[in-house]
C-alpha cells in the first residue's frame, strides 16, 4: 500500500489544482492509496508510524524540502520505501533525487526506480543530507575513537554531510552510500569591515571522512542543524547507518552512490 | 578536486572526491589517524598517520607523527620517521627531522633531512594498517 503524507501546507487554495491533477495521475497509474493531512491537531510522526502500522510499504511525502526530510527521519526506523512529490518548483531535495514537479513526480513514483542510501544519525534523529552548525566556537571532534580534529579559528563552520549539504546556499553532493559520513570543516573569513564570508572549497577547508564523531564545544553549546527541520546541541555524537533506506528516484537523479 | 556538474542545474552542484582526507590549516589533529584514502595534509598533526594511499604535505604544513603511505610528496616539515612502500618526493621547501625508508626517493635541491635515509630493496614493505604502531619506528 501506498501512504500519501501532506503537509499542512498544501491545504492552502493555490495547490488544489496541482492536487487534483496529480492524485488523478496516480489513480491512472494504479498507485494512489491512503493519504493523511498533517493539521495543527495531528502529529506527522503518529499519522506516518499509524500508516505504516497498517501497511504501508512505501511512503511518500508531499509537499517541500521540509517534508521530505522528516518523512525520512520518521521512516528510518522502519523496513518500507520513501517517495517525494514536490508541491513547489525549487525543491532541492527533487533536484537532487531527479523527480520532476507535480504530477510528473507521479510518473517517477510509478516506475518504481529504487536506490538504497546511508542516513546519518545523530541521537535518534536521522538525515539524509547535512548536520550544518553555523560559526560554532571551539570545536573539538573526536573521530572513530582513534583521533581528535581541534579546530584552530574562532569562526568555522562545521557540516556534518551523508549525501551531501543539499540545502545550502550551493548544494554540493557527497557518496550517498558509501558507509561514510564527512566532516566538513570550513574558516569564516572577514570580507570588509563589517561582513563575513563563509569560505567553501578552497585550500583552507579540510574534510574527513569517518564513521562516528563525537563532538563538544568547551563551555559554550553548540546548535546543529539537520537539514533546516530539527535542532541538537552539543556535547553529542554523530555516526553513519549504511544502506538504511529505500529511496524511489528518477532517471535525471544527482545522488552520488560513489 | 572539486568539479562542477555539467549540463543546464537549476542550481550550482559541486561534488567533492570521496577517496580524499584533506587536513586543512586551520585545525589541528590529534591521535592515530589511519585511513584508505590519499591524504592531503596543510594543517597540523601529532600522533601517527597511516594511510595505504598517498600522502601530500602542503609547504605551511607540520607534522610531528611517524608517516606510512605508498607515495609521499612532502613540501612542508616532518618531525617523525617516514616510511613509503613506494615512493617519497621531497620538494625544495620540505623539513623532515626523522629517519627515511622508502623504495624511490627524490630529494630537489634545498630540501633537509636529518636522519638517516634507507632507499632500494627492502625498503619497500607494504604499509599494514592495522598495526598499533610504525613500521620504521625509532632507529637513531
Known sequence: MYFYF??????DKQYEVELTRIETRLIELGINGRVEKLSIFKNAKELIEDGIKK???TVVAVGDDSTFATVVSIVAAYDVSVGFIPLIQESRFAEVLG??????????????????VDLGRIQDHHFLGTLYASEPSQLELKCDGQYTISTTEDTTELRIMNC???IGEEMRLMPAADGRIDIVVSPVVEEGMLRKKKVRQNEKESIFPVKHVEISSGSESVTLSADGVENFTTPCEVDVVPSAMKLIVGRDRKLRTN | MFAKEEGGDK??????????TVIGP???VEGSFQSD???????????TIKTSKDLTVGTDSKIEADVSAANMHISGEVKGNLHASGTITLTSSARVYGDVETSIIS?????VIQGRCTTGAGADTPIEMDEEESETGKKK
Open chain 1, 164 to 166: 551531501g549539504d543539499i
Open chain 1, 55 to 57: 501497511g504501508a510499504h
Open chain 1, 99 to 116: 523527480i520532476p514537479f507535480g504530477q510528473e513526480a507521479a510518473n517517477v513514483l510509478s516506475q518504481r526506480l529504487v536506490q538504497d
Open chain 2, 37 to 47: 584514502d590519499n591524504i592531503a595534509i596543510d594543517g597540523h598533526v601529532v600522533g
Open chain 2, 11 to 20: 542550481s550550482d552542484v559541486h561534488t567533492t572526491s570521496s577517496a580524499q
Open chain 2, 26 to 28: 586551520t585545525v589541528k
Open chain 1, 6 to 11: 501532506y503537509d499542512k501546507f498544501t491545504q
Open chain 2, 107 to 111: 630529494v630537489e635541491t634545498g630540501a
